[in-house]
């Protein structure tokens, strides 16, 4: 028999799932988590509600846990070209200025569709770019796309939608860029297709930015339609989080409707007709100026290492942390430069070898990546995040069965460490969230 979940037990549940999924349910929104909870409960094998949510809330929730809850307690509402002025923006005024800026010299961009659900967002950044520049392939092109929904990506990266999808876009979105199927379907071109990276990531962990989540560097960010489900709190720290994402001078998008509740401190908001879009930079300007000059990088949060290490010089400490917000600015030849000089002076530093390793792959050079990073693992034979990515870089070229040697390697080191320990050099990963992650790749999802 199936218990009614009591109000107590509510509030402490509706606490639990905002620390961990950021989600916030107020009392008036009781009715969403019990309706949600009574749908979760058989997913978990559970008949009764009561013994579930107790269930849950005993240990720290597994990504699986998430995934369920997730596609429980959140909203999977979107659509093609979604608030229409946003994109028009991008394309008359922020696109050009970017493209400008970066034209002749490394040609990166960068975009992230943050909560991107079933994709229809980040498809629709790959088209508004993909218009925007006839060069496309002289560039390097990065469009990122993310949620917490395991379930949202598989479909995403279908790319197969219903008329639904469509609602309100304009008319030449299916006529140029979709082929139509069966049953009133529509898929997507597979160059546009190939343009968009489908990632989990639940916003309300730490592990962004970071190189290792790619999430690093970026010119734009669409996190639109999340953060109205999220706690005043929560929000706040998501919108840090995504500020230190940025480039200086890069730009974040909210809804209109969370435009209107939040006003992001760190920004400066451009009112661009109708839009607001938030600028990172360190003092307010007029909308689309010229680039803006380097400002100070905020330090990022000290990383808890609980692996001790031989302690380093205090100047090598520091060129590490130099190479690392370089990188983590998108600065990729300053951070090389800087990365070669450690490198030299710190022949038999596996971490030296591990950044210099980052930077490069982030530059495309994937067979350095690949050998600076057997170097780090010679150095230090326990480098449990080289081992992974290392196993990443095989997986991506289609070596699985390398991919596979690399990611054994780290399910054994994973063994010496708790779930909750923070991993060396990993910006934030625990070493349970890693076992999962690579739990899931090895079941085939097309999320990491
Ligand atoms: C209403 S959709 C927004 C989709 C798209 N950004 C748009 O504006 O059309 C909200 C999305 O947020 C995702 N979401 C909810 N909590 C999240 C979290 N903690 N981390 C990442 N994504 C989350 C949901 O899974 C859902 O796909």
Known sequence: MSHEVSNLLLVQFSEFVAAHMGLHFPAERWPDLRRGIRSAAPEFGYTDEVACVQRLMSAPLTRHQIEILAGNLTVGETYFFREKRAFEVLTERILPELIQSRRGGEQLLRLWSAACCTGEEAYSLAITLRRALPDLKEWQVTILATDVNSRFLQKAATGVF???????????????????????????????????????????????????????????????????????????????QLHRCLVDGGWLALSATETAIASPQQFAAVNFDGAILYRKCERPQSPVVAPVPPVAWPVPVAEPQRVASPPLAPDVPDMIQSTRELANQGRLAEALALADKLVMAE??????????????????????????????????????????????????????????????????????????????????????????????????????
Request: hydrophobic fraction near 45%; proline fraction near 4%; glycine fraction near 6%.
């Open 162 to 240: 219903g008329e639904w999808s469509f609602r309100d876009a304009p008319a030449w979105l299916k006529e140029q860029y979709f082929r139509r199927e069966e049953g009133n379907r529509y898929a997507i071109l597979p160059e546009i297709r190939q343009m968009v990276q489908f990632e989990h990531l639940n916003l309300a962990e730490g592990s962004y930015p970071s190189l290792l989540t790619d999430t690093n560097a970026m010119d734009l960010i669409f996190c639109r339609n999340v953060l109205m489900y999220f706690a005043p709190t929560q929000s706040q720290r998501v919108v840090a």
């Open 347 to 448: 022949k038999l530093n596996p971490v030296a070898q591990y950044l210099r390793a980052m930077i490069v792959m982030e530059q495309g050079a994937l067979p350095e990546a690949s050998k600076a990073l057997q170097r780090a693992i010679y150095l230090d034979h326990d480098f449990v995040i080289a081992y992974f990515a290392l196993g990443n870089l095989a997986r991506n070229a289609g070596r699985m069965k390398e991919a596979g040697k690399h990611f054994k390697n780290v399910l054994n080191l994973l063994h010496r460490y708790q779930q909750d320990d923070i991993l060396p050099e990993s910006e934030g990963m625990s070493a349970g969230r890693l076992a999962e992650i690579i739990h899931s790749m090895r079941e085939g999802a097309p999320v990491s």
